[in-house]
């Protein structure tokens, strides 16, 4: 039977004591050990950030790339082996930032990847600067006059571009989330999941006791296909911030789209076209 220990690699966490990467991590173990998935039946992915390091921390496949590039890796190895769980560990800067271009490309594309996204409103690694997701006016070291874009709406915006799957949860509700990523993992398709992170460093505001007085659990009372419930639902981020499933489809993955990898995976296929000519 699977437990813990075969996740472990015995690496120790380089994250801060308090840190909501801690209950993400466990919530992902807990996930994997309730569906019964083995390590070599997944690949990790991920970009740069405190968040990215995530895979570092358990024995499975994996590949740490550069800071928000971890979305095309990510579909190449699911077409290369779309056998393989490939899930994706980011920050909201290495996901909505630097990593924004391509996830407007992986809604339209729909991989088999499940994205979950460490959203604490902050670039962690590089010591608080305002992220995609800080609120407009947020004074930081690096923004001394408040910040001076509108922060970005995940949840809308997958919304709006048809992602197959759609949901939020926190990290200081472990059971909430853990339920939310074993959804997400059995949903076939591209499912993105906003983490609310709490960053005890650099986020002083949005802290556990903030996010408490204002998340609720909330299960949908319309038909999850339909796009202007979602919409409507994403709008409520202020004194009240609903986590849960928003907006799910099931339209046929990129790679049931690819008719070469219908029946084999890419990587089991012994005859490879010789290509040197073309490289070389
Ligand atoms: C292309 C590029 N730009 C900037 C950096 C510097 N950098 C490294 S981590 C990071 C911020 C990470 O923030 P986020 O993705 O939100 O993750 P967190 O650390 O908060 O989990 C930045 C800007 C980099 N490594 N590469
Ligand atoms: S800086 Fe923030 S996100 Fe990074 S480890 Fe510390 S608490 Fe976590």
Avoid at 18 to 43: H, V, W
Avoid at 96 to 104: A, K, Q
Avoid at 116 to 126: I, P
Wanted: overall charge positive.
């Amino acid at each position: 039977m699977l437990s813990y220990k075969d996740f472990d690699n015995g690496t120790v966490p380089a994250w801060c004591p308090g840190c909501g990467n801690f209950a993400i991590l466990d919530a992902f173990k807990k996930a994997l050990l309730e569906l019964g998935i083995e390590p070599y039946e997944i690949t990790l992915v991920s970009g740069i950030g405190q968040s990215s390091k995530l895979p570092h921390y358990l024995k499975c496949n994996g590949f740490n790339g550069l800071h928000g590039r971890s979305l095309p890796v990510a579909t190449g190895i699911s077409v290369a082996n779309h056998k393989q769980k490939v899930i994706i560990f980011g920050g909201d800067g290495d996901t909505y930032g630097e990593g924004g271009n391509h996830l407007l490309h992986a809604f339209r594309r729909n991989p088999n990847i499940k994205l979950f996204v460490h959203n604490n409103a902050v670039y962690g690694l590089t010591k608080g600067q305002a992220s995609p997701t800080t609120e407009f006016g947020r004074r930081t070291k690096a923004q001394p006059f408040g910040s001076l874009s509108e922060p970005l709406n995940p949840i809308a915006f997958a919304i709006a571009m048809n992602c197959s799957f759609v949901a939020r949860s926190f990290s200081g509700s472990p059971e909430h989330l853990k339920n939310i990523m074993k959804m997400a993992i059995n949903h076939e398709g591209f499912a993105l999941v906003d983490i609310l992170q709490i960053c005890v460093s650099f986020n002083k505001v949005n802290n556990f006791e903030w996010y408490k007085k204002r998340i609720y659990e909330f299960n949908a009372d319309y038909d999850l296909s339909d796009k202007l419930k979602a919409f409507e639902k994403s709008q409520e981020f202020d004194e009240r911030i609903p986590l849960g499933v928003f907006y799910s489809n099931s339209r046929p993955t990129f790679e049931k789209n690819i008719p070469v990898i219908k029946d084999k995976t890419l990587v089991s296929m012994q005859n490879f076209p010789d290509i040197t000519s073309l490289i070389c």
